[in-house]
């Protein structure tokens, strides 16, 4: 098919629909759109300069298991086939919802019918004190002025060096956040230009410990640095994390739980060591930063600007995008998706932003249908976490450390061989599952997200949930039929 796209580019054309965002949730959206209309013209616009790439497979790229080539999953004739403009290196400041224009930071706008803001999620950076090593120019120094006045990655117009913060991190040489592919080439690069045989993470979650193994996959040892008291606190007990802890060190590596930077030493620039609360002093050239991301809520604040809250034109936000059943937002015509936006939370029943990719996928089809005119709704989601980590496979679904606050006849059931590196931890409120850990034997882990899923009452089949021989079998009776007839379950 012809891609005819380019006849609606320009400033006072008029776009049937504009998508922000080139991944998961975009890409699922521009399908989801065209299975209802094959002909209104779509364009996709993004920052990155790729054609697009899977953000999950960033770390194996990293470690060598996949080439660049294979990290794509769309290539160039989705895009013509499907006849969508795609325009990287775009870089939006702000929406006139008003008007119906996204405006680019260089002063050009594109007009839409019905718009997509699918621009994901972007590294918090923690504010961490900087300081000169002793042998090298002070901070404040000429020299070291000059130094990040020459890096290409300087933004000149935000606070200057003293302090790592989100604005001047890439001012320093050997600090890296990990969150794109831009990343990944550029860690990528790094280590082989420096010959890094050691490294450090700042911060213990899935995003941490998934560069961890990146780094240790290359035969780099790794320092991991956790504020809480273990790793993958969002999803794991301490149970399940010892397992993977115990795993990292008997490989060598360490782990400082409880912990976290006080201060970065440099040295023209470049890192040469850090100092934790607790007063050590680690020698490191690279550090990543993998605290956690939020939801890129900076073109939505740059569109709120100047608007009071109360005012039609005002997109309402908490820690995401917020969105109804549709995927709309609170501006007609609008709608959100993937990381950036906060919906309904189908396990805690409030509204959550849960940035994961099959949910980004599952929100985008639905935005994308009802912005062409169906009428698909969005039931929830909630937490969901598939990660392989030394070769010990893990799942957590759902709430897994309940609350102590929480309503409610909470049941924790738990099988635990640390020898074995086995863990099955099941927590149950008012009979009904609510949330799981898997840890080594993760087989049955589509049984039990069906009955999350689907809200069994697991009373009767209680005393079986643990067992490492629980199975379909043990289903209560109606449930096992809705499984024949019904929509099946993924196991």
């Known amino acids: 098919m012809e891609n005819k796209s380019k006849l609606y580019e320009g400033k006072n054309n008029i ?127 000429e020299r070291f002025k000059e130094h990040a006045e020459n890096n290409a990655d300087v933004n000149k117009n935000k606070s200057i060096p003293g302090s790592l913060d989100n604005s001047n991190f890439k001012n320093f040489t050997g600090i890296f956040t990990f969150t794109c592919l831009k990343d990944a080439e550029k860690v990528k690069d790094y280590i082989t230009k420096n010959n890094i045989t050691e490294a450090a993470v700042l911060g213990g979650g899935l995003i941490g410990l998934k560069s961890a193994e990146a780094l240790l996959e290359l035969g780099i040892k790794v320092k991991i640095i956790e504020l809480s008291d273990r790793i993958l606190s969002a999803s794991f007990d301490k149970q399940a994390s010892s397992i993977i ?46 605290v956690g991301v939020i939801p890129d809520l900076s073109i939505a604040e740059n569109s709120n600007n100047n608007i009071k809250k109360n005012e039609p034109g005002y997109l309402k936000l908490n820690r995401g995008i917020l969105v109804d059943e549709h995927m709309q937002t609170s501006i007609k015509d609008v709608f959100a998706a993937g990381d950036v936006a906060e919906s309904f939370n189908f396990v805690t029943g409030d509204k959550s932003n849960i940035a994961i990719w099959p949910l980004a996928v599952r929100q985008g089809d639905i935005a994308g249908a009802n912005m062409a005119g169906g009428n698909k709704i969005y039931d929830g989601g909630y937490f969901m976490n ?55 034997n993760i087989d049955r882990a589509g049984i039990y997200n069906g009955l999350i899923r689907n809200k ?7 005393d079986n949930l643990v067992k490492e021989d629980f199975g379909i079998i043990q289903l209560p009776s109606d449930y096992k039929k809705h499984l024949v007839v019904g929509d099946g379950i993924e196991v």
Not at 71 to 100: G, W
Not at 409 to 430: F, Q
């Open 15 to 141: 776009f049937d629909y504009i998508i922000i965002g080139n991944s998961a949730a975009g890409l699922s959206a521009a399908s989801s759109i065209r299975t209802i209309d094959k002909n209104g013209s779509i364009v996709v616009l993004t920052n990155e300069n790729y054609l697009n790439y899977s953000k999950p497979l960033i770390t194996y790229y990293l470690a060598g298991r996949i080439k660049l080539k294979d990290i794509y999953f769309k290539n160039e004739d989705f895009y013509k086939e499907n006849n969508i403009l795609l325009k990287k290196d775009t870089n939006i400041l702000k929406i006139d919802y008003a008007n119906k224009q996204v405006i680019t930071d260089k002063n050009t706008g594109f007009a839409y019918r019905k718009l997509l803001l699918a621009n994901g999620g972007i590294p918090i950076i923690p504010k961490i004190r900087v300081s000169e090593s002793s042998d090298s120019p002070s901070i404040n120094s």
């Open 456 to 462: 069994i009452d697991i009373s009767n089949i209680k």
């Open 245 to 290: 802890e115990n795993e990292l060190e008997n490989k060598g590596n360490r782990i400082y739980t409880q912990n976290t930077i006080n201060q970065i030493f440099v040295k023209n620039g470049s890192l040469e060591s850090f100092q934790l609360k607790s007063g050590e002093i680690i020698k490191s050239r690279l550090l990543i930063v993998a």
């Open 386 to 440: 598939s990660v392989e980590i030394l070769n010990i496979p893990t799942i957590s679904i759902g709430i897994t450390n309940a609350p102590d606050d929480m309503e409610g006849n909470i049941e924790i059931m738990k099988d635990y061989k640390p020898e074995k590196r086995y863990y099955r931890k099941i927590v149950i409120h008012n009979n009904k599952i609510i949330g799981i850990i898997l840890v080594e």
